[in-house]
């Protein structure tokens, strides 16, 4: 069975310092894919990346970074120099099966990001 | 703009009622999808569809049922059998192809009177 677990609930830090969402996965596929998604106070989902099995680089976009471990089966994020923009419930998804998603994601229950001012 | 549109934003429903939650996507896009998220909780997948006339069952779709009559859309009736429906309803969409990530929706909310 699938499993996505988000081990912080809630972190709060103050602004500019750097933090990191933890995310854990388990799954016997070979091949999957891993995402990590914003979810504002507003409620919509918002996209931030998708990594597929066979691409352990880091990446880095602007104050966003993942890291991916595959010995670990971890997925990583960190802000850098977080924002009180950055306040939102993260949450990180594994594809289903083998299709890549195409059958649904499991998704982590989400941790609670608080960027004080 | 293209996009994934839900309606309505909220949505109270009373006692043994259906109800029908609406999405509409513009992306073009082959595959569609209901997810319910519930307070503190991740999202879990009711149902999902490939292909226009075709959707399979997710992991918690007794008290649900959808269509898939057009590419473009794919309704959600919660049903009266569904005896908790209050949550927070998204839709999702993705291509074939791009990978399949999958773009939500802005979510209903459905509260039971």
């Known amino acids: 069975a699938q499993k996505v677990t988000q081990a912080q609930t809630e972190i709060s830090v103050v602004e500019k310092e750097d933090v990191t969402l933890d995310c854990v996965y388990e799954?016997?596929?070979?091949?999957?894919?891993l995402f990590w998604y914003k979810q504002p106070p507003s409620g919509e989902l918002v996209f931030l990346i998708r990594?597929?099995?066979?691409?352990?680089q880091n990446e880095i976009s602007g104050r966003y970074s993942w890291n991916f471990q595959k010995s670990t089966s971890s997925f990583n994020f960190t802000i850098t120099a977080s924002q009180v923009v950055d306040s939102a419930v993260y949450f990180c998804?594994?594809?289903?099966?083998?299709?890549?998603?195409?059958?649904?994601?499991?998704f982590g229950k989400g941790t609670h990001l608080i960027i004080q001012p | 703009d293209g996009g994934i549109t839900q309606s309505p934003k909220y949505l109270f429903r009373k006692e043994g009622q259906n109800v029908t939650l609406s999405c509409e996507q513009n992306?073009?896009?082959?595959?569609m999808y209901w997810y319910r998220q519930d307070p503190g909780q991740g999202l879990r997948l009711i149902y999902y569809?490939?292909?226009?006339?075709?959707?399979q069952k997710g992991d918690i779709a007794e008290g649900y049922s959808v269509s898939r009559e057009k590419k473009e859309s794919f309704p959600l009736t919660v049903t009266s059998a569904q005896k908790n429906p209050t949550a927070f309803y998204l839709c999702?969409?993705?291509?074939?192809?791009?990978?399949?990530?999958?773009?939500f929706g802005p979510g209903t909310r459905l509260l039971v009177l």
């Open positions: 990594r597929n099995s066979f691409d352990e």
């Open positions: 799954t016997r596929d070979t091949t999957y894919y």
């Open positions: 992306l073009n896009h082959d595959a």
């Open positions: 998804a594994l594809s289903r099966n083998s299709g890549g998603g195409a059958d649904g994601l499991t």
């Open positions: 999702a969409s993705s291509s074939a192809l791009g990978g399949k990530t999958q773009y």
């Open positions: 569809s490939q292909i226009v006339n075709d959707f």
